[in-house]
Every structure is written in C-alpha cells, then in structure tokens.
C-alpha cells in the first residue's frame, strides 16, 4: 500500500499527516479542510494546495492529526505537513522530476512549509517576572 507518514511543527503544536493513494480527500482531526476553524486561517491551511493545483493532490488523501498549541499554531503545523507529506509521496511513489518541481515552487513561496521553525518559548528566570523583564529597581 502506498502511503507516507510526515509531521509537520509549530511551537508547541504537532500535525502528523498520513497520505496515501486516493482521490484528493483531506481530513484534519477527521473534519474536511473546508470547515477548518477560525476562517480567517482557513486560507493559510490551503496555502500548499493553491500554489501547487487541485490536480497534484487528486490522486492522494491525506488525513492529518494535530494537538498542541493555540489556533495559529495549528494551522501552521497543518500547512507544513501537508507540503511535507506531498514532497515525501511524490519522491517515494511518483518521480523524482515532478517532486523537485513541487519543492521549487514551496521554497520559492514560503521556506517554512518546509522547514520548521526553530525558535521556542525562552524559559523564565528569577529577577523578573518574565524571561527578560526584570522588576523595576530603586535607588533611594
């Protein structure tokens, strides 16, 4: 059976992708891709699927489970893992020529619906009631 498994990651959200060969579902959490919440992310989730054609995606269902993090997150984890399981699909089962195609055009757009982002959450220290902030000081 063809299928691929890919993650994608945001702060403190994972979206783990499961594509195999379909007919161009997409299931987040197993709620289609249309009804995502908040709308306004909506089109940030759909980002990899615009910019590469409904028809890259026809022969492919992907199911994808995401937890962890706040809305924003989410869908930036979802969008990732969908880049990332389509490049992984096309280089396993499809050809190499078409899966760089693919790559090409995401990079050029966005490098992070490939690459994660690497900064996380600075740990608070004593002095301070943030990471950085400290408490006001006074002299007399």
């Given at each position: 059976?063809?299928?691929v498994q ?128 400290r408490f ?5």
């Amino acid at each position: 059976m063809e299928q691929v498994q890919c993650f994608g990651r945001k702060k403190n959200a994972v979206a783990v992708t499961h594509c195999k060969k379909g007919r161009g579902l997409i299931k987040i959490n197993g709620c289609p891709i249309e009804l995502i919440e908040p709308e306004i992310l909506r089109f940030k989730a759909y980002e990899p699927i615009l910019l590469l054609g409904r028809h890259r995606f026809a022969g492919v269902d992907m199911r994808i489970r995401v937890k962890g993090g706040g809305h924003t997150s989410q869908i930036y984890a979802i969008r990732q893992s969908i880049a990332k399981a389509l490049v992984a699909y096309y280089q396993k089962y499809v050809d190499e020529q078409s899966k760089k195609e693919i790559k090409d055009i995401l990079v050029r757009y966005d490098r992070t619906l490939l690459v994660a982002d690497p900064r996380r959450c600075e740990p608070k220290k004593f002095g301070g009631r943030g990471a950085r902030a400290r408490f006001q000081k006074s002299y007399r």
